[in-house]
């Protein structure tokens, strides 16, 4: 593969096949942000499991200290007795048919929905277009809930769900380049500590195969999977 002079300089300045602490892999990942924007950082964490068994699937939330730092639009189904307690969470949109008509006709301009229990019928008639978008609300992700306006303030101060993927792969936004180091480290822990507290009983052999950050442009920094926030599931 051909590499711009960009990326060259950059793995000048990073050992992209040496495992590092945390606390060192986050300084260097900082090394590798070249873009004009504030890049977003990555995990990506390979476990061991088979995702074809429903009793390996890998999935859950956590509130991340110090959020994502990405603006997160959420849009709230729910009838008009919650639209108010909505609005004031912080909902970006708010409504019930009027949505999920809009949503039909192609509309998904939003990144997380939240939707009251009673509404899930209706919502069930755009599984096909939500589900592949991994907009489809859940209860395990907290995103199907009667308290509507708390389950807002989660998401928009940093509460993420993840799922482990066909490859065995969890991945997720965990803060962005600007963040301090102290909280890249911590956002990272907390996500990493959540996916070994979630650990299969049916999981045999290694569960954390590998931990790797990454920025949005930049190259792939390893992490050591045997120091100490994630030895007792390696």
Not at 163 to 173: A, F, P
Not at 184 to 192: K, M, S, Y
């Amino acid at each position: 593969m051909k590499l711009t002079k960009k990326q060259k300089d950059i793995l000048k300045k990073v050992d992209i096949e040496k495992e590092y602490d945390l606390k060192t892999g986050v300084t260097e990942l900082k090394k590798t942000a070249s873009a004009k924007f504030d890049e977003s950082v990555d995990v990506a964490v390979r476990l061991g499991v088979d995702p074809k068994h429903a009793d390996q699937v890998v999935r859950g939330t956590v509130s991340l200290p110090h959020g994502t730092g990405k603006t997160v639009r959420v849009l709230v189904i729910a009838k008009p007795e919650k639209h108010d307690e909505a609005r004031e969470a912080g909902a970006d949109h708010v409504g019930y048919e009027d949505y999920v008509k809009k949503i039909q006709e192609g509309w998904t301009d939003i990144d997380v929905i939240i939707a009251a229990p009673d509404t899930m019928a209706e919502l069930g008639k755009i599984g096909k277009i939500l589900g592949p978008r991994g907009l489809m609300p859940n209860p395990k992700s907290g995103t199907v809930t009667p308290n509507i306006g708390q389950a807002v303030k989660d998401v928009k101060a940093g509460k993420i769900d993840f799922r482990v993927d066909k490859t065995g792969i969890v991945h997720s936004i965990v803060g962005k380049v600007s963040f301090d180091e102290s909280k890249l480290t911590e956002n990272i822990t907390a996500f990493i500590d959540t996916i070994i507290k979630l650990k299969p009983a049916a999981a045999k052999g290694t569960y954390v195969k590998s931990i790797t950050l990454s920025t949005t442009m930049g190259p792939g920094i390893k992490i050591d999977k045997n120091q100490g926030m994630v030895k007792k599931a390696a």
